[in-house]
C-alpha cells in the first residue's frame, strides 16, 4: 500500500465513526494494520494534522482521551454537541471507544 493510499484509508475510517463515539489515533493504527502493513499511532497523528481537516478529525483522540493538541476548545465543544461521554476534559474511551465491524 503506497503512502497515498494508506491516508486515504486513515481518512476513509475517521469518516465513519459514529456520532458520539471516538478513536484513538493507536486504535486507527490497529484496525488497518492488517491490510495496510502499518501499525504508528504517530502516522495517523500526522496525517490526521496534514489532511484531517475534511473529516470528523475532533472523534480522533490520544489513548488517554486527550483531545486534539491546539485545537481542545473546538474539538470539546463538537464532542460534547454529539453526546460524547466525557471525564473532564477528556473522552471516556471505556464508553466512548468504537471499532469498524469485521
Known amino acids: 500500500m503506497t503512502t497515498e ?3 486515504e484509508e486513515v481518512l ?5 465513526i459514529p456520532p ?4 484513538s489515533y493507536g486504535a486507527i493504527a490497529d484496525a488497518l494494520a492488517e491490510r495496510s502493513g502499518r501499525n504508528s499511532a504517530r502516522q495517523v ?4 494534522k496534514r489532511h484531517g481537516g475534511g473529516v470528523p478529525w475532533y472523534r480522533v483522540v490520544n489513548s488517554a482521551g486527550r483531545l486534539p493538541p491546539g485545537h481542545e476548545t473546538r474539538a470539546r465543544a463538537r464532542l460534547v454537541a454529539e453526546g460524547t461521554p466525557m471525564r473532564g476534559e477528556r473522552v471516556d474511551l471505556r464508553t466512548a471507544a468504537w471499532s469498524p465491524p469485521d
Do not use: K
Not at 458520539?20 to 478513536?23: L, N, S, V, Y
Open 45 to 48: 497523528g500526522s496525517i490526521m
Open 12 to 16: 476513509a475510517l475517521v469518516e465513519r
Open 5 to 7: 493510499e494508506y491516508v
Open 20 to 23: 458520539g463515539r471516538a478513536m
